[in-house]
């Protein structure tokens, strides 16, 4: 094609960002916002979903899709929750916003909020968050409170405030997923799923704490199918880290093991709706191990290029290993959820990778140590 040519398409098919309809309205007609719902955005949403091509066919199951929810504003799928949750604070003329927190909601939290210039309150297990969470939040601007306890204490502490916040006209609104906004908008990426395959995946695998997520992607495929957008629904996979796994019977709860701090919950908000998501999907809540998890996230960032943080590649691990037993069908469409971005936690990453060679600065310096 001549120069001319493709600068007079470029030229046609020029959009501007207003004409990209945004996560919020794209989707109105499956969340509880009106008209008068304030239209944020940070960009989140459209996330890719990535044929895992390389990985697929090492694990047996050539048709293994990731989508990718790293790429949300902050690096993680909250975004998507978080956006319909702050507008709607917003909207009901919230003075504050507050979470608990293992990192990711809590940078969601801190830069939306920042978005819409209200106080954030963050109450998080000291010690226990990866250090770029943690750098997210604090440089919104978010107030950082590092408690002395688990997820679980930091959550019953921020109920707790929340309630007895003097909120007769300016409420405190508590962002966790128990929040129904959180969970509403958090059910788009399941939308996205179906759009990207052209109807339902035969398998959705994705790491389970809080269990919000897990039961919004059901809740997303079920409005489809309710509004024959959709005819099947998949098998829903949750997977949550070993020493950490409430929801899997025999399993011991919040060991301080786990490279999969994120999902390190004692007792999962939203439990009761994920166990239903299982048995009405006919899927499984499993455990993955640490080992498992990080041979994952080494073979996704260095077989397919995607770098998730360790709790993400839980979905992954917990595929592997049922492919390996035998327990999927080889021809299966499978989407894994990888919840959240590799660069959140430098220190995890650090324990897997090689260092850095190094030589003059010269070709021949660099020739020798590689070998060439
Ligand atoms: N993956 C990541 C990267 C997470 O940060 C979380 C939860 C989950 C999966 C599990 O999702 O709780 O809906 O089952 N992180 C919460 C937080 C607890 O505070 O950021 P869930």
Not at 26 to 35: D, K, M, Q, T, V
Not at 53 to 78: D, Y
Not at 305 to 324: D, Q
Request: aromatic share 4%; with cysteine; hydrophobic share 45%.
């Amino acid at each position: 094609m001549k120069m001319s040519e493709v600068l007079r398409q470029l030229r046609q098919q020029r959009t501007t960002a207003e004409s990209r309809p945004r996560l919020m309205e794209r989707y109105a007609a499956f969340l509880p916002i009106s008209g008068t719902t304030p239209n944020l955005s940070l960009g989140e949403g459209y996330t890719p979903l990535v044929h895992a091509r390389n990985l697929g066919r090492a694990i047996g199951c050539p048709m293994l899709h990731v989508k990718v929810e790293g790429m949300n504003p902050t690096g993680s799928f909250k975004d998507r929750g978080m956006v319909v949750a702050v507008a709607r604070a917003l909207e009901n003329g919230a003075r504050a916003i507050a979470c608990a927190s293992t990192g990711n909601t809590a940078a969601s939290a801190a830069a939306y909020g920042a978005s819409v210039r209200m106080e954030v309150v963050v109450v998080l297990p000291r010690g226990q968050i990866a250090a770029g969470k943690l750098l997210q939040a604090q440089a919104a601007g978010a107030r950082v409170v590092a408690v002395d306890g688990n997820f679980d204490q930091a959550l019953t502490a921020v109920r707790e405030l929340v309630d007895s916040a003097d909120s007769a006209d300016r409420p405190v609104v508590l962002v966790n997923s128990v929040n129904p906004d959180r969970l509403a908008g958090q059910k788009t990426a399941a939308f996205e799923v179906c759009e990207d395959l052209g109807g339902a995946p035969d398998y959705l695998a994705i790491p389970v704490g809080n269990a919000g997520n897990i039961s919004a992607y059901w809740q997303g495929f079920t409005d489809y199918r309710d509004a024959a957008l959709l005819e099947t629904r998949p098998a829903m996979l949750g997977f949550q880290a070993a020493g950490a796994a409430p929801l899997v019977i025999g399993h011991p709860i919040d060991s301080p093991e786990t490279v999969a701090t994120a999902i390190r919950i004692g007792n999962p908000a939203s439990a009761d709706k994920a166990l239903r998501a299982r048995d009405e999907s006919g899927g499984v809540i499993e455990a993955v191990t640490d080992l498992e998890i990080l041979a994952a996230y080494r073979d996704l960032a260095q077989q397919e290029g995607i770098f998730c943080e360790p709790a993400s590649a839980a979905s992954v691990a917990g595929v592997r290993r049922m492919a390996a037993e035998g327990r999927i069908d080889p021809g299966a469409t499978i989407v894994c959820v990888l919840t959240g971005h590799g660069l959140k936690d430098p220190d995890t990453a650090m324990r897997l990778v090689q260092p850095a060679l190094e030589a003059p600065a010269t070709a021949a310096g660099v020739r020798e140590v590689l070998g060439w």
